[in-house]
């Protein structure tokens, strides 16, 4: 070859390996870009729950100021509002963040695994089998032995969300995997556990009527530091698994062929998905109730924000959850002077303005 034509060849390769060089380096500041971004939505969302946490510590019917709140807080056998204080207030407060939570992730993990946007645990009938699980313990008094009658209620809630949720997994055993019947199969729960719930209602007397119908509200009244323990632990035990699982989650949404290319098992992730999922959830519904409407929205309200890498989506979910359970928390003590309204009543009415106004922000 000449020199000449070497000497253009080589230049041209070297201006095209440059050109593709630059292409690289621009992708790579993108992609750090969004990452920081990311990072910074997920902060700012921590920063939100904190200061509603707060907010709902220092906001109730009481009408505690500041300098009585610190004094009741560095106090804890001060007298009446010290009581306030550890047993009602930073209760309600905590129990409401964790709740929130639970619910977002397994909402979030829900509808990944099972690839429709309308799955949470409400519409697939874990919260409808624990419903049926609390009537059976406050109308019939049916309880596992040698339990405390204070645990009598959430640990028969949670045994029947745990089994709604096992036999979730049946079917897609059963059935090969196949979301769509999964979801048939779980909206086939609510209404068969939401007709048993009603026969329990029926037969009930008007004190467990009374007390049955409070249950199905959803309510933070429960909380006690017992629970927010076990609630705090099931979180820390399960969260890391889930976050782990992120990677392979985010294979799953480009479709099943698509991740097991990537040498994701499907199948093994479906079920230890649905395993997390019914244990966060079982644990939720069965310390405050029946509370609808955060594990559906909170997910869609993380991936507006964060996008599909379930790195973040994940975490997402469970902030955005968190903050729309607080924010219920705090509505239901203010709304009405004096009154504490059941927090179910209300997430509906803090959850619907946060995702309209991401909907609306991205022009969806």
């Not at 750090?32 to 700012?44: A, D, E, Q, S």
């Not at 306030?84 to 909402?107: E, F, K, N, Q």
């Not at 779980?186 to 467990?208: K, R």
């Not at 079982?282 to 379930?310: C, K, N, Q, W, Y």
Request: glycine share 10%; proline share 5%.
């Amino acid at each position: 070859m000449p020199t000449k034509e070497r000497e253009t060849t080589t230049g041209g390769s070297s201006a095209e390996m440059a050109r593709l060089a630059a292409r690289l380096t621009g992708i790579q500041a993108s992609y750090v870009k969004l990452t920081r971004h990311r990072v910074g939505l997920l902060c700012l969302l921590a920063g939100l729950i904190l200061f509603s946490i707060l907010l709902d510590f220092s906001l109730g019917p009481a009408g505690l100021g500041p300098s009585a709140l610190l004094h009741a807080l560095l106090n804890p056998s001060s007298g009446t509002n010290a009581v306030i204080v550890w047993h009602i207030r930073l209760p309600y407060a905590l129990m409401a963040a964790l709740v929130g939570v639970a619910l977002g992730i397994s909402g979030g993990e829900m509808q990944t695994v099972l690839d429709n946007p309308l799955a949470s645990p409400y519409t697939l009938g874990v919260s409808a089998a624990a419903a049926f699980g609390a009537s059976l313990a406050i109308v019939l008094h049916w309880h596992i032995p040698y339990v405390p009658e204070n645990w009598m209620v959430p640990l028969d809630a949670f045994v029947f969300a745990v089994g709604s949720a096992g036999l979730l997994e049946l079917v897609a055993r059963a059935r090969g995997h196949s979301t769509a019947m999964v979801v048939l199969f779980g909206i086939a729960l609510v209404f068969t556990f939401h007709a048993f719930v009603a026969l329990m209602q029926f037969i009930a007397d008007e004190d467990a009527l009374q007390d049955l119908v409070f249950w199905t509200m959803g309510s933070l009244t429960r909380a006690d530091w017992g629970k927010i323990s076990v609630m705090g632990i099931g979180c820390l035990l399960v969260l890391p698994f889930c976050f782990r699982s992120a990677p392979a989650l985010t294979a799953l949404r480009l479709g099943e062929d698509r991740a097991a290319s990537y040498g994701v098992d499907t199948k093994r992730l479906r079920m230890m998905s649905l395993l997390r999922i019914s244990m966060l959830s079982a644990l939720a519904v069965s310390f405050v109730g029946t509370i609808g409407f955060v594990g559906l929205v909170a997910p869609h309200i993380a991936r507006r924000l964060l996008g599909e890498d379930h790195r973040f989506y994940l975490p997402g979910s469970a902030l955005c959850g968190g903050l729309i359970m607080s924010l219920a928390s705090i509505a239901a003590k203010n709304i009405l002077p004096g009154v504490v309204i059941p927090v179910g009543i209300v997430t509906s009415l803090v959850g619907i303005p946060f995702f309209l106004a991401v909907v609306l922000r991205k022009g969806a």
